[in-house]
């Protein structure tokens, strides 16, 4: 499975169709409409990922 954000292979799962890119730090999953994808923040919690944030790369 391909990050959806950087494109790297470095992709773990974590949950049922949940996964983690150790390449950019997103966790993301899979669903009917698409994939939603997340920023895990400093606390361990899940915020909307923003494509705006170059601290990502």
């Given at each position: ?16 169709d949940q996964y983690y890119c150790w390449d950019c730090c997103v ?31």
């Amino acid at each position: 499975m391909n990050c959806p954000v950087c494109g790297g292979k470095a992709t773990g799962k974590v949950g049922i169709d949940q996964y983690y890119c150790w390449d950019c730090c997103v966790e993301f999953r899979m669903n009917r409409e698409g994939v939603d994808i997340f920023e895990v923040v400093e606390d361990g919690s899940l915020v909307a990922f923003d494509p705006h944030n170059t601290g990502l790369y």
